[in-house]
């Protein structure tokens, strides 16, 4: 699979990533075996680990030039497949279009020659609310979080953010904000970062759609104002393999 991005989307060189880190020592990903020897299990040994690619490591580090510091992303909670990568993707939608793959927790920004930057993401009661065509209409860095009136009903403790919560690593929306109007009118479905590592790849409890900060910064960066996106929510266009 291909790691190397296209110059138009501004990646790193993995030369460059690899000789930052040349001093780094090996660190390991957890959790991510397939299968294990039963005789070794059996003997209490423990399975081989796999090392976690420096190009990743520097990927996901800490970024503590924001406005609010970024931790590095403790990556040995994190499947791999969801790591930000380019991958093929077999679509009709122009380049530059977002796809968020509901079902399969992926968002594609689509590139050309049938590639597309891939991003895992987190879903949540919201992020199935709403499907179809629309636009980013604006972003925001280090937004405000404002609950819904029917969320505050539900969970009153919430009250005291009826005028809005500070931003910073604690606020729900996290380091970006991406807003999703259909036509003049807003979607109220947001594309936003999280600490949360653990709930990438998952359904959670509430929120639109999550990537992590450093991913959602990266987006962000990528996208300008009215990028066209695409919400599927039923079965998805399959990327090739």
């Known amino acids: 699979m291909k790691r190397t991005m296209p110059e138009t989307l501004a990646a790193p060189s993995r030369r460059a990533v690899l000789a930052g880190f040349a001093g780094l020592s090996a660190l390991t990903l957890a959790g991510c075996q397939t299968g294990r020897n039963p005789r070794i299990a059996q003997a209490g040994a423990v399975a081989p680990r796999r090392v976690i690619d420096p190009y990743y490591l520097q990927m996901y580090a800490a970024m503590p030039e924001e406005k609010y510091p970024v931790p590095a992303v403790d990556l040995s909670k994190l499947d791999p497949v969801y790591f930000r990568q380019v991958v093929p993707y077999r679509t009709t939608e122009r380049p530059g279009t977002l796809v968020v793959d ?97 709930s990438i790849g998952r359904a959670v409890s509430s929120g639109c759609v999550r990537l992590l900060n450093q991913d959602v910064i990266d987006l962000a960066n990528r996208v300008p104002n009215d990028t066209p996106i695409t919400v599927i929510q039923g079965p998805s266009e399959a990327p090739a393999a």
């Not at 991003?119 to 280090?142: H, P, Q």
């Not at 729900?172 to 947001?190: K, M, N, Q, S, W």
């Open 102 to 198: 509901t079902p399969n927790r992926f968002l594609y920004l689509v590139m050309e020659n049938g590639e597309a930057l891939r991003y895992g993401v987190g879903i949540g009661r919201a992020g199935f609310s709403w499907g179809g065509r629309a636009r980013i209409a604006y972003k925001r860095a280090w937004p405000r979080w404002t609950p819904p009136s029917e969320m505050i009903e539900r969970q009153p403790e919430l009250e005291k953010y009826r005028n809005g919560m500070e931003p910073g690593l604690e606020n729900p929306l996290g380091a970006r904000a991406l807003y999703i109007f259909e036509g003049g009118r807003d979607t109220l479905y947001r594309i936003h970062g999280t600490l949360e590592t653990w």
